[in-house]
Nanobody
Framework: QVQLVESGGGLVQAGGSLRLSCAAS????????MGWYRQTPGKQRELVAT???????NYADSVKGRFTISRDNAKNTVYLQMNSLKPKDTAVYYC?????????WGQGTQVTVSS
């Protein structure tokens, strides 16, 4: 069973920055894709960014140029550097990992951007 633990959320003013971290444990094999999703009340969870074990990245159009995803394979940790934050970025951010055709989710961390 893979466990994902997120950290780094909080309250920030518009234009500010936050860095999210997600550490994976319990996997006996390498994790292929790790990523970040976000969700606001009443809406479906949406993709923010993903990264493969080889470093290939994919971003939602709404965060391109502002957010950067990275990972440390040795530590099974994925990061999300969020710059130029906007109030519309306010959401619960969830870490995600795909391991042998199974998808795991973290518990979520709240990010609130005030105007």
């Amino acid at each position: 069973q893979v466990q994902l633990v997120e950290s780094g959320g909080g309250l920030v003013q518009a234009g500010g920055s936050l860095r999210l971290s997600c550490a994976a444990s319990g996997s006996r094999v390498s994790i292929n894709v790790m990523g970040w999703y976000r969700q606001t009340p009443g809406k479906q969870r949406e993709l923010v960014a993903t990264i493969t074990s080889r470093g290939s990245t994919n971003y939602a159009d709404s965060v391109k140029g502002r957010f950067t995803i990275s990972r440390d394979n040795a530590k099974n940790t994925v990061y999300l550097q969020m710059n130029s934050l906007k109030p519309k970025d306010t959401a619960v951010y969830y870490c995600n990992a795909d391991v042998l055709f199974t998808t795991y989710w973290g518990q979520g961390t709240q990010v609130t951007v005030s105007s």
